[in-house]
């Protein structure tokens, strides 16, 4: 395909996500014929204190479901099993991935899930454990993770233990004078794949400045959860993945960018 052709052929596209997972994201963009530009809201660092995840680790088998609910989640969980020495590729507990990039870590570190729901959505996770009333499941998470599946699972009877695999934090370098450079040089699209991308991203540009930073700027999120912390924090949200993963988010950036 000739370049002229691409379908992203010179548009500016912003990603938010971690340093460590923006190539993946970047080069798909890219091929498509996108100029991509970096400034990570978030940050992924480890626990303050690691005691009740080793906890949870070293009882893993007392549990019927663990559920991954991202991929940051599985490597912190298995860094902890492997520095206490705990084979969670051959234990007793069922495996649960929201999505397929989560699925594909646990595939890595040997465990293949049981189950990974169809739309990658928290109450598409607590119907398809199927019944869960009396059981006990472990949700290894982020310090800010949402309380709608622990909420909906426990609706259903479940004991569930939620403990923080790894923390959120806002980079160093994530300031209003670096976020104007960026968008003085020009961009077309900013990307958001998580609620806290959008949520640092706020508070990092003020409220006062918002609007006139995203002015002329479309706004892609990679699905409902983060399209929901976007709108409540005023960001208008046009373009979100049908499919909620990094793939869906760049098939739905190409539809857009095809319909203008």
Not at 105 to 129: F, K, Q, T
Not at 131 to 141: Q, Y
Not at 223 to 252: F, Q, R
Request: charged share 25%; aromatic share 6%; net charge neutral.
């Amino acid at each position: 395909m000739q370049a002229s052709l691409k379908p992203l052929n010179g548009m500016r596209v912003l990603i938010t996500r971690p340093e460590d997972e923006v190539p993946s994201l970047a080069e798909k963009l890219r091929k498509l014929g996108a100029k991509t530009l970096y400034l990570p809201t978030i940050a992924i660092a480890p626990p303050q204190s690691t005691y009740e995840l080793d906890r949870a680790v070293r009882s893993v088998s007392q549990y019927d479901w663990v559920v991954f609910t991202s991929v940051n989640g599985v490597r912190h969980f298995n860094e902890r099993a492997e520095a206490l020495h705990v084979a969670f590729n051959g234990l007793n507990p069922k495996v649960a991935a929201i999505g397929p990039a989560t699925a594909a870590a646990l595939e890595r570190m040997g465990r293949r899930p049981d189950y990974v729901p169809d739309e990658y959505l928290s109450e598409e996770i607590a119907r398809g454990l199927g019944d869960v009333n009396g059981k006990r499941i472990l949700l290894p998470r982020a310090d800010i993770a949402s309380e709608k599946l622990p909420l909906l699972l426990r609706q259903q009877g479940a004991f569930v233990d939620e403990v923080v695999a790894y923390t959120t934090v806002i980079p160093n370098n994530l300031t209003p004078t670096r976020l104007k450079q960026t968008f003085a040089e020009g961009v077309d699209i900013i990307t958001f794949t998580s609620p806290s991308t959008v949520k640092n991203f706020t508070q990092a540009v003020g409220a006062a400045e918002l609007k006139q930073l995203l002015r002329g700027v479309k706004v892609a999120c990679i699905g409902p959860v983060t399209v929901e912390a976007a709108e409540e924090l005023g960001v208008h949200v046009d373009v979100v993945a049908v499919n909620h993963t990094i793939d869906g988010l760049v098939k739905a950036i190409e539809n857009e960018n095809r319909t203008v």
